[in-house]
């Protein structure tokens, strides 16, 4: 009997895995093909990854029969995305952004709820709660759809980001109020062992409460830890126990998964840690947030489409209108522009994934029945596959009012910082200071902890990570940089041709510097489209050998003098010695082998 059971065990371990196996071999597979193809239309990845999942999924070709599974699997993705979206918020900012998110992202939900409410129970003739059920739901935006399209477009740190992003985190703060007012308006006698909607707050004060000090007792202390080790690996495995845990934490609760992780990331915002977490946390956060979409497309019932198509096409064009219409007079009452408002107005219009949520609690709160559920999830969707479309139609309508007179591009649209240096050394730090001196942003970048935690103790801010990462610098603003300069010792032979050329032909609008060690290493840099390459000690040198001839009393204009010709005959050095290979080419212009420099003349 044993036997039997451990046989069976063992083929239904067996089964699920060829079943995790094949889909997602099928899922990657649709996922390569329809991004590249939409990407290439210029439509994003979001529809590519929509329309692909409605192919592979049980309306269709049926390749993928659980895309329920797969659904709840892949919304870790969203948990990264606001993870890593938390990581670039810290406290102050936040702080700053505070009448955005609690003025503009409240009146964006109780308005657009309310309207889209009382569209629907008059289009409808629907009860009233169960109309207001609908309505909240449909009012939210998704926030997997948006910050994505935020971040590609480099949009996510100027001002129309930012709004965009605050009204996005407020509807995700008010995901437990929607709950609890769909539990309230329920007609199902209610179970004793639910939390009440007052516990459920509760619940979300203290979980916030344990995750801030969980990061700053905790977290940032293991992270130096890790650090200090200097193993990558382990910085992928505890950012991915951050992020799982703060959701784990949530979901115990009953509480959003995605405002858990968001948490997590902004008590993370403030760690010279950040970019090396950001960068080894993204590759999940786009694996599983794509994922994410193409079980959204698997679960667009077609049938429903087909015979209700009017329905579904019109209350669908409905919610972008009146959403669209209601977001653009918030913004322009909040002191926006007609070209920034209208473009937000568009990107916030399309039904986001929470309404999903909120539709399975409403047909358990029997509110509306679960084919209206499934009837609404198609509007949802179809309004997503919309927001590519009104992107596009939202930069033309930027562009002609641009040409047609309207106002420049503000300050507010330009990158957060210009500059990145990595290396904060006794070198890196002359540098930065000279380009703070001048009010220039500088991101510092180091992966010395030691270094790190003696910049932090006088106030400066230095990240942790490897300046040489492509992926790191990209998420520390290489893209829209102006100069990246790399101060750090090369003691390990880590500035070489071979890791700096990747730079160059990454950030091309970038002004690439380095800190050469030596002769030797000024030389092996040369081929090199570099701006500027500076050997450490030689001006230093140069300095301490003019103060010395003006000490034994040698007059001043032969002290310039004697810099000149010398700084002459080492460049000439130089172009012989990188010509031949050879250190001893122009040893005779040295002024060891050669006679002292004659007096001038007169």
């Not at 070709?61 to 659980?66: E, I, T």
Request: charged share 20%; hydrophobic share 50%; net charge negative.
């Amino acid at each position: 009997m044993t036997e039997m059971l451990m046989a069976a065990g063992t083929a239904e371990a067996a089964e699920t895995t060829g079943f995790l196996l094949e889909s997602g071999a099928v899922m990657l597979g649709t996922a390569l093909v329809f991004v590249l193809f939409f990407r290439k239309l210029g439509l994003g990845a979001t529809l590519g990854y929509i329309v692909g999942g409605a192919l592979i999924g049980p309306h269709l070709l049926s390749l993928v029969d659980d895309p329920e599974d797969m659904a709840s699997i892949s919304e870790i993705g969203i948990a990264l995305l606001l993870f890593i979206i938390g990581l670039e918020l810290n406290p102050s900012r936040l702080w700053r952004l505070r009448r955005d998110i609690f003025g503009l992202g409240l009146a964006q939900v109780v308005l657009c709820g309310l309207a889209l409410s009382l569209f629907i129970h008059l289009a409808l003739g629907i009860t009233a709660e169960a109309a207001l059920a609908i309505g909240l739901s449909l009012g939210l935006s998704s926030t997997a759809q948006v910050m994505p399209m935020l971040r590609s477009g480099g949009d996510l740190h100027t001002q129309k980001g930012e709004r965009a992003f605050s009204v996005l985190l407020f509807q995700d703060l008010s995901i437990v109020p929607l709950i609890t007012i769909i539990a309230a308006m329920s007609r199902v006698p209610p179970d004793p062992s639910d939390p009440s909607g007052l516990t459920l707050a509760l619940y979300t004060v203290g979980a916030i409460v344990a995750l801030v000090l969980a990061g700053r007792w905790v977290l940032n202390p293991l992270f130096r830890l890790i650090g200090r080790q200097g193993e990558r690996e382990l910085f992928v495995v505890a950012g991915l126990f951050t992020v799982v845990g703060a959701a784990a934490l949530m979901h115990s609760l009953g509480l959003s998964v995605a405002l858990g992780a968001f948490v997590a990331g902004v008590m993370l915002a403030e760690s010279p840690y950040r970019h090396e977490l950001e960068s080894d946390v993204e590759p999940f956060r786009s694996i599983l947030l794509g994922l994410f979409f193409l079980s959204v497309g698997m679960l667009l019932d077609l049938g429903t489409i087909a015979n209700r198509p009017l329905f579904v096409f019109g209350i669908a064009a409905a919610v972008i209108v009146i959403k669209a219409g209601i977001i653009t007079l918030l913004a322009r009452a909040f002191r926006n522009g007609w070209a920034p408002s209208i473009r937000l107005g568009l990107l916030l219009s399309q039904a986001g994934e929470f309404g999903f949520v909120l539709f399975a609690a409403a047909a358990s709160a029997r509110l509306i029945l679960p084919e209206a559920a499934s009837l609404f999830g198609a509007v949802v969707t179809l309004s997503m596959m919309a927001t590519p479309f009104l992107m596009r139609l939202a930069d033309r309508f930027e562009q002609r009012a641009a040409t047609s007179g309207g106002t420049p591009a503000g300050p507010e649209d330009s990158p957060e910082t210009s500059v990145i240096v990595v290396g904060y050394g006794r070198f890196g730090q002359t540098v930065a200071q000279m380009l703070m001196a001048k009010g220039v942003g500088v991101t510092l970048i180091d992966k010395k902890p030691q270094q790190i935690e003696q910049s932090g103790r006088f106030g400066t801010k230095v990240y942790y990570g490897d300046g040489l990462r492509l992926d790191l610098l990209r998420t520390a603003g290489a893209d829209s940089a102006r100069a990246i300069l790399f101060c750090n010792d090369n003691a390990d032979g880590a500035l070489s041709t071979r890791t700096l050329q990747p730079v160059l032909e990454s950030f091309p609008q970038a002004a690439v510097m380095v800190r050469a060690y030596d002769r030797r290493h000024l030389i092996s840099l040369d081929g090199l489209d570099l701006a500027h390459s500076q050997r450490e000690l030689f001006e230093s040198a140069v300095t301490m050998g003019k103060k010395a001839l003006k000490a034994i009393g040698i007059e001043a204009a032969e002290v310039d003098r004697v810099e000149r010709e010398y700084r002459m005959r080492d460049c000439e050095r130089l172009e012989r010695q990188s010509a031949t290979g050879d250190l001893a080419a122009g040893l005779e212009r040295s002024f060891g082998h050669d006679r002292a420099l004659p007096d001038e003349p007169g």
